[in-house]
């Protein structure tokens, strides 16, 4: 009698699709370096000194708003940890982004806004000039004398009141002064070139 009910649900709220198709789908967060596999991190670091990370940009796939929960790390090891995160909207007159990667400096002193939460700017196709986007900004750093790693993180949204996740392939490294711990990340990684 459940399954009844449940076809004729879907056959009354949307007639010509499936019953997964029945609830309207909403905007899907995008990162726009999707498919580039890429690091950053620090040739050497100091426990607990924050450090900024911008650049990864996002778009929606279409017109609409998502409301972005949170950000968590992937599989991190070595005490590193997210202590922030922010959204900087950008309206495609500069293709520049706001945060340069490795500042040693925490989102509120920087004087960026952590309240902001939402992410309306829909991706620009790629051969537009104008490259509408949100720079998610986020603040790292790392706990003892270890090194810390994270294979990528996890963006945890809503969209349309549903639950959803952006998983974005950017490794962070941070190296202790011995770099034994990590020795192949940290000595043989070859995108790691900042320095504290």
Not at 42 to 62: D, E, F, H
Not at 86 to 97: E, I, K, W
């Amino acid at each position: 009698m459940g399954s009844v009910r449940t076809a004729l649900a879907c056959i009354a709220l949307i007639a010509a699709s499936g019953c997964a198709d029945a609830a309207p789908a909403g905007p899907k967060l995008q990162w726009l370096g999707g498919g580039i596999i890429t690091g950053e991190g620090m040739s050497v670091s100091t426990p607990g000194k924050p450090y900024l990370y911008g650049g990864l940009r996002l778009c929606l796939n279409r017109a609409g708003s998502v409301t972005v929960k949170g950000v968590r790390l992937e599989h991190p090891q070595g005490g590193i940890r997210l202590e922030a995160f922010t959204l900087l909207p950008h309206d495609g007159s500069s293709n520049d982004d706001t945060i340069g990667n490795g500042e040693s400096i925490t989102i509120q002193r920087k004087g960026l806004p952590l309240e902001n939460r939402q992410v309306t700017q829909v991706c620009s196709p790629e051969d537009s000039p104008i490259q509408k986007r949100t720079e998610l900004v986020l603040q790292l750093s790392h706990s003892g004398d270890a090194s810390g790693y994270t294979s990528g993180f996890v963006v945890d949204y809503v969209s349309d009141g549903s639950d959803s996740v952006l998983h974005i392939d950017v490794s962070y490294v941070f190296c202790s002064n011995t770099k034994k711990d990590m020795p192949d990340l940290c000595t043989a990684h070859k995108n790691i070139d900042q320095t504290p």
